[in-house]
């Protein structure tokens, strides 16, 4: 059955007042999602205390994001951030053995590259893989980089600064011959994408339910691959990692055997109820239709700033992009302002206006928005 993708933007009450390309910072807030945060509060003012609730939202989501990446809950850790899932992974690795050498890719949010510089204390050797001057990261940079003493290659899905969407599979592939785990953080992707682990055949993957996944900040997910999990043992911990919650030993650390091991504290429960109904929309609209539409609206996007000669940053490939189109600016602070003086919403980041697309943005947001830039083109434009 089709997704009616004009039916679910209704939902989205900001919609009818901006143009709405920043779902790569945050995602637009549906009134299921605001409903949901209000029956928390709701729920604090008349009940007080409703603790099997909030464990029964806990594990809502985590079967609710296995579902989205076609894994099992028990490989899920609902996380308060995309780096807390991150830390807790790399605290269960050995950076003294043979395999101490963790290659990152220079398309990495900071956060995925600094922590790994992070256990250099503890003996890890981190390497980055260079862009080529295309601005693209090939295969071979990676193959170059990749070899025996790599215990981990982290990299990023789609680059939060261009848009370049990683080769993921080849990548694996390569990582995989050498015996080397692969890391995948897909906070800008899953939600816009569709992303299936298995066929992925990533090790790990992190990522949160503030952008294409329709929650809100202050909680994120973390995949471990069923048959490493017991091989795992996290410093990074606490109670809600134990086996058993309510055992309160304080003699030993017992770690769950499943994936909840990579957790730690009280669960990020309001954010629970948010991330719950956020990824309901998701699974009703369908992640696969929901990449052909993203797709289709980037592809236009892209043809459309050819037609005024404002060409992007980001690759014209489909298979190379993402839900996001970076357009250089000789002021993209400037621009941003301009833009959002129109009611665009977008976002920069170095000399990027970078626009991303979920699925309730339309043909008429892309037209909205390219018009904008031909008009802006003579003080903003790329060339200085
Ligand atoms: C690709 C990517 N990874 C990681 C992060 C950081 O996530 P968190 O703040 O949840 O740790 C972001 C945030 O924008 C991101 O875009």
Redo the contacts with the bound molecule.
């Keep these: 059955m089709s997704t009616d993708f004009a039916a679910l933007r209704r939902r989205f009450p900001l919609l009818e007042q901006k143009t709405y390309l920043n779902s790569g910072s945050y995602c637009a807030l549906a009134e299921s999602v605001r409903d949901a945060i209000n029956a928390y509060m709701d729920d604090r003012l008349a009940v007080g205390a409703n603790w099997d609730v909030w464990i029964n939202k806990n594990e809502s989501v985590r079967a609710l994001m296995a579902r989205v990446l076609g894994v099992t809950a028990d490989e899920i850790a609902v996380t308060a951030?995309?780096?807390?899932g991150i830390n807790a992974l790399a605290s269960a690795f050995d950076y003294t053995g043979p395999r101490d050498k963790i290659v990152v890719s220079d398309f990495e949010?900071p956060?995925?590259a600094q922590i790994w510089h992070a256990q250099e204390r503890r003996g890890a050797r981190v390497v980055h893989v260079p862009r080529a001057a295309d601005g693209y990261i090939p295969l071979e940079h990676f193959e170059r980089l990749i070899d025996e003493r790599t215990g981990l290659v982290a990299v990023?899905h789609v680059c939060?600064r261009n848009g370049a969407r990683l080769d993921i599979p080849g990548i694996v592939r390569l990582a995989h011959a050498k015996g080397a785990r692969v890391l995948l953080?897909t906070?800008?992707a899953v939600g816009a994408l569709a992303v299936d682990a298995r066929s992925l055949d990533v090790d790990f993957m992190v990522g949160?339910m503030l952008k294409y996944l329709l929650g809100t900040a202050g909680i994120?997910f973390l995949y471990v691959r069923q048959s490493l999990i017991e091989g795992l043992v996290p410093t990074n911990s606490g109670w809600f990692a134990q086996q058993d919650i309510s055992a309160m030993d304080i003699t030993a650390n017992r770690p769950s055997a499943s994936a909840r091991r990579f957790e730690a504290g009280t669960p990020p429960v309001v954010n629970c109820y948010a991330a719950e109904a956020g990824l309901k929309i998701i699974l009703e609209a369908d992640p696969v239709q929901i990449e052909t539409r993203v797709r289709t609206l980037t592809r236009r996007c892209m043809e459309r700033l050819r037609e005024i000669g404002w060409p992007a940053v980001t690759p014209s490939d489909d298979a190379r992009r993402g839900p996001m189109v970076a357009v250089p600016s000789r002021d993209a602070a400037g621009l941003f302002g301009r833009l959002m003086q129109q009611s665009i919403v977008t976002s920069f980041r170095d000399d990027n206006i970078r626009a991303t697309c979920h699925f309730y943005n339309t043909d008429e947001d892309i037209d909205r928005l390219v018009s904008a830039l031909a008009a802006h083109r003579p003080r903003f434009g790329p060339e200085g």
């Excluded at 951030?81 to 807390?84: E, K, P, Q, V």
């Design positions: 951030s995309a780096s807390a949010f956060t995925s990023t939060f953080d906070y800008q949160g994120g």
